[in-house]
């Protein structure tokens, strides 16, 4: 996977295949292309150029909708990052406007309940104002809870893990019917990358035992737990270096992108190409592939590429790998 630098702004080239259906007659051929056509969706859809809200709406309409997702009368967990006492120009946290019109966009579907939370790192009701995100969640009508109280979490088994056998996890993340995962992207001198998978650690109570013993496995491994619904990936502003609290906004470059995908491997992937990191580098995406939790194959991968900036100037935007 290449990346290439224009006018400051990383774009990230993708490039999906389409593979021919085949069918033992003409009229079987034509029903089955019939049906695809209603039914399939891109595996991930990368979408630039817009507004974080923006690029949420054109994305989740090319997914099928909120719709697909949440059903009428559901509970729905959406797990912004909100580990760091920033501000939302400082590129730690997960994009407060995005967290809002997901939140929002899920009631209009019919949710029963939308529930917020992150176990930060920082002072949580620090993290919680200042990223901007517990104002935008309550303005659309969602719920913010706390991830402080040990006594929210349930320790459940992990199947098939090897080192991550038991860990306590909040009720909420074991509990919602919807899991909407809404990390932002970027590096992490731990994990190499924060992003979809890494994400989900901020909804159990220990994390330390995760570095004791082995941080990389541990992401992976947690994955095999429940599967979460949807991720959307923040990578508006991209934290490349330093992170994940960041030093300054120097650590920061404006790739303007979002990713939307069922499968958190997938965009995991797509992730690291954003920034710039082999996915060799990145542990856990590996050890994700063999535990089969997803796909890490982006060639092989149905993807919807959308300019949104090259649309609305009528410009043709080619990428190519």
Not at 49 to 54: D, F, K, L, Q
Not at 245 to 262: N, V
Not at 270 to 281: C, D, F, S, Y
Request: charged share 20%; hydrophobic share 45%.
């Amino acid at each position: 996977m290449l990346a290439k630098t224009a006018v400051g702004i990383t774009i990230v080239i993708l490039k999906f295949f389409t593979a021919p259906a085949a069918a033992a007659t003409a009229a079987a051929a034509a029903a089955i292309a019939a049906t695809a056509i209603s039914t399939s969706y891109p595996d991930l859809v990368a979408v630039k150029g817009g507004s974080p809200v923006e690029m949420f709406e054109r994305g989740i309409n090319e997914l099928g909708g909120m719709q697909r997702f949440v059903k009428k009368g559901t509970v729905v967990l959406v797990k912004p990052n909100i580990g760091w006492n920033k501000t939302p120009t400082q590129g730690a946290n997960t994009n407060p406007e995005l967290v809002g019109a997901i939140v929002k966009k899920a009631y209009e579907v019919g949710a029963k309940k939308v529930w917020v939370f992150d176990h930060p790192v920082d002072e949580e009701k620090a993290c919680y104002k200042n990223s901007g995100i517990e104002a935008a969640v309550i303005q659309n009508g969602g719920i913010m809870h706390t991830a402080n109280n040990e006594s929210d979490y349930v320790e459940r088994e992990i199947p098939r893990a090897k080192f991550l056998k038991k860990v306590k996890v909040h009720k909420l993340y074991l509990e919602s019917d919807v899991i909407i995962n809404v990390p932002i992207l970027k590096n992490h001198a731990g994990s190499k990358m924060t992003a979809a998978m890494k994400n989900l650690m901020g909804v159990v109570w220990d994390r330390r035992t995760w570095h004791e013993q082995g941080l990389h496995q541990c992401i992976a491994e947690f994955t095999l737990l429940k599967k979460v619904d949807l991720t959307i990936v923040d990578a508006y502003m991209v934290m490349m270096a330093n992170g994940p609290r960041g030093f300054s906004t120097e650590d920061l470059k404006p790739a303007r992108m979002q990713l939307l995908s069922t499968d958190m491997l997938l965009v995991d992937t797509a992730g690291a190409a954003i920034l710039e990191t082999a996915v060799n580098k990145i542990p856990s995406i590996e050890i994700a592939q063999k535990l089969g939790v997803g796909s890490s194959d982006l060639k092989k991968a149905n993807i919807k590429r959308i300019d949104m900036a090259a649309a609305a100037a009528n410009v043709n935007s080619k990428v190519s790998l």
